[in-house]
């Protein structure tokens, strides 16, 4: 059985999210929640965010219940990419609204993701840099970034989702443009650092 390493994962997903769905917008490495951790691969599609866990047969899967948790409280659907190896393992730890792929020679869909309700609004807002929170909600600018997100956290949570959808596009669109022009016919390893977005949130 071959080895699979986590960027050549990454380069199988992104390019079956450009062949299935048109007009996604793709990043890598986002930072996100109060955790300030980072998903792994990150579409935006459909007025959705998609998280993708990668798991290559080099990882061990210790941390995916409290990563799935955490990618819960942010995004509207949650993937978790694996090698053949650990798909055992995966399917004792995830839910049924877990989506899972494989992976060996190629990428398959065995469980489809099912939309998560348990967002949370202030992670939502701690993934959205406070400048741009600012821009939204000029009356709040002279507030410190706790301040300002437990006021704008008093908002109904679909419109905290929508600014949210905006700061990501907003976020990944120029460089997703950029990877889409050097990109060939398919991602290679090298493509995908472009796809990678500011290493803090309140960067933008």
């Not at 998903?39 to 290559?56: P, Y």
């Amino acid at each position: 059985m071959c080895r699979i390493a986590a960027e050549q994962i990454k380069a199988s997903v992104i390019d079956w999210l450009i062949n299935n769905y048109s007009g996604v917008i793709i990043g890598n490495e986002i930072m996100y929640g109060t955790s300030r951790k980072m998903v792994d691969l990150l579409a935006i599609f459909d007025n959705r965010t998609i998280a993708f866990e990668i798991k290559s047969s080099m990882d061990t899967l210790t941390r995916l219940p409290e990563q799935i948790n955490e990618y819960k409280k942010v995004f509207d659907e949650i993937n978790v990419v694996s090698a053949t190896s650990h798909l055992t393992g995966i399917k004792r730890i995830i839910t049924p609204s877990i989506g899972l792929f494989s992976i060996e020679q190629e990428l398959k869909e065995l469980q489809k993701a099912k939309e998560n309700s348990k967002t949370v609004k202030l992670e939502m807002l701690y993934s959205i840099s406070s400048s741009y929170l600012k821009k939204v909600f000029p009356n709040y600018r002279n507030l410190n970034s706790d301040l300002l997100r437990q006021k704008i956290s008093r908002e109904n949570k679909n419109t905290i989702h929508n600014i949210l959808i905006d700061f990501y596009k907003k976020r990944l669109s120029e460089k997703y443009r950029l990877f889409l022009s050097d990109r060939g016919e398919q991602t290679l390893i090298d493509d995908i650092p472009t796809l990678s977005s500011f290493t803090t949130i309140d960067q933008l």
